[in-house]
Structures are given as C-alpha cells and as structure tokens.
C-alpha cells in the first residue's frame, strides 16, 4: 500500500518529524487490532517526477525490512549506503570458521555449531544497516555450510535433508533475517541430531568389527596353542596385551561364551577326536590336549560330556588298552 503525502511550504526538516510521527500513529492503530504494519519512507522532492523517485526510495527501504524487522518504521536515509563504507559491501565468514563448523557439525556438537553461527549472523547482522542481498547471501551460505558437511558424513539421500526436500524453500519463504535465523538453527539442531546418530553407529560398527577381529584372533591363538598345558586366560590376555577377566568378557560377549569354557571344550572335542581314532593311554591323550594331570582330564571331559573317557571310548566301538606284563623264571 503507497501513501503520498503532500505538504506546505515550510522547513524540510520538519517534513521528515511529520512523516515518522504519521507512520507511528498509523502503526499504533493497527496494533489496536493485532496487526503489523511495517512503513518505509522515501526522500521529500519538489516536483511531479519526484513522486516516481520517491516511490522508489520507498520500495527500496522496505527492502530492509528482511534486515531490520517486521514493525518497524524504516526511512530512505536510514539505509542510504555511503560508497564510503566498504564493510557494507561484503560480510564476515572466514573459510577456516566454515570448516570448524563442518567439523562440529560433523561431530554432532550441536552447542558448538550453533554458538558459532550465531556469532557470525550477529557480527554481520548487528551493523547499523546491512545490505538484504549479502543477508540473504550469508544465511544461504550457512546453510550450505550444512549441506557440506552432511555430505562429508555420507548418506545424503536418507538424511535429515534427503528426507525434508523443501527446507530450503521454507529458509526462501521468510519475510525477516530474524525469521530465516530461526529455521537454519532448526535445522541445524536436526543436521547435527542425524550427525550424531550416525557417528554412534559408525562408533558402534568399529567396535564390533574390531571385537569380531580380536574374537577371530583369540580362536586361532586357542587353535594353535590349545596342546601347550600353560595356555589359559591370563596367558592369552597377556598374548593380546589385555587383562584376562577382561578378555574373557570380551569373548563372552562376541560368542556367548566365556574363554575357560572355550579352550576345556575345545581340548575335549580334540580328545574325543584321539580317543575315536587311537590306541592312547588316557595319560596320553590327557597331554596332547593340554592337561599334565590324567585326573584333571578326566574330570573336566566328565563335566562337559557327562562319561569318563574310558565310557566315551566304549560307547564308540573302542576296546580297552590291555597291558601284559610277564616275566622269565
């Protein structure tokens, strides 16, 4: 909506009170019926070909309002960019800052990521009149400082951006930096929420993999060494420089099942290979699965097999080892 106001001959000075003070009371007005009203003012001139100049002074003022903010009273030479100050043509945001946030972003850290954008828009933003076209240019670049990094991260496509195709359009849509403000810092909440996840599952993945290879490791090593009568837990935490209890839990974890119970059950399923296919003493079989005690040997394959070994070696086809002993006289 356009208003022209015309005025007497007086003191262009006063033309310009007497304009604020009217935007002010159309204001007040409207706020009796819960409506916002912003007002730009243009320039005062002296001719009919001023009024098309004026107008445009107008326009470009309202402009501003993405920068000042809705209800406000915004005029010509309050915006009126002096050639001479240079910092309004360009705004402050360092690559190296970029590439801090990506890697917060990257990281998860929520907190980190939004104080440092926040410093940046408030650097930029906080001076007395900022240009609506580097606003709009610093906010998409913050948002395409997210884009980066959920890129970096992988997954696009089933990311919080994959999957909310018209964030940017919502960014687009606002009418005030205030408000664009707002919807990048939503989002960035979500951008680092999905970042984190991803990271505790890439964290989660690792550790398995790497308890996948070190159970992997542990088998072999009881494979290889399962006939030594000194393997056991702590010699085997101590072959993989952890402690053994630890170790052992470790592998239960992996498997299902403790390491003691690992190496006395793979010994046994050894020495029933032996007592199957051979004519060894007990004693002898005892050795070659890793216990110097026959007695040991024996009580450890009754508690996992419920039988003695000499039962197993019967209910198996095996005959007992007969022993003669004879002598001349």
């Not at 005025?7 to 000075?13: H, I, Q, R």
């Not at 909310?164 to 687009?172: A, H, S, T, V, Y």
Request: hydrophobic fraction near 40%; charge should be negative.
């Amino acid at each position: 909506m356009v208003c022209l106001v015309n005025f007497a001959e007086g003191d262009p000075a006063l033309y310009k009170e007497d304009l604020y003070a009217i935007a002010t009371e159309a204001q007040l007005f409207l706020l009796r019926f819960r409506m916002d009203l912003t007002i730009s003012i243009g320039g005062v001139h002296h001719s009919f070909p001023g009024i098309a100049e004026a107008y445009r002074e107008a326009v470009d003022a309202m402009e501003y309002k993405m920068v000042l903010g809705k209800r406000e009273i915004i005029t010509y030479d309050d915006i009126r960019i002096d050639p001479a100050d240079n910092h309004r043509f360009g705004y402050y945001y360092p690559l190296q800052l970029e590439q801090q946030i990506i890697n917060w972003i990257k990281a998860g850290d929520g907190e980190q990521a939004t104080r440092a954008m926040n410093e940046i828009m408030q650097r930029n933003f906080d001076k007395p009149v900022g240009s609506p076209t580097l606003a709009k240019c610093l906010i998409f670049n913050l948002a395409g400082t997210m884009v980066k990094a959920i890129n970096e991260i992988g997954d696009g496509e089933s990311s919080v951006l994959g999957g909310n195709p018209l964030w940017m359009d919502k960014i687009i849509a606002c009418d005030t930096v205030q408000e664009m403000r707002q919807e990048l810092l939503a989002l960035l909440t979500e951008v680092c929420a999905f970042a984190a996840a991803k990271r505790d599952k890439n964290v989660s993945q690792e550790r398995a993999e790497t308890l996948r290879r070190l159970t992997e490791r542990v088998i072999r090593h009881i494979e290889e060494h399962y006939d030594d009568s000194n393997l056991s837990v702590n010699s085997i935490g101590e072959r993989f420089d952890l402690k053994g209890s630890y170790l052992s839990k470790l592998f239960k974890n992996e498997t299902g099942e403790g390491l003691p119970d690992y190496i006395n059950k793979f010994r046994i399923d050894r020495a029933k290979r032996l007592i199957r296919d051979s004519r060894h003493s007990v004693s002898e079989i005892a050795k070659r699965v890793g216990y110097n005690e026959a007695a040991t040997f024996i009580r450890v394959f009754k508690k996992y097999e419920g039988i003695t070994p000499g039962k197993y070696k019967e209910m198996n086809g095996g005959e007992p080892r007969i022993i003669a002993e004879g002598g001349n006289g």
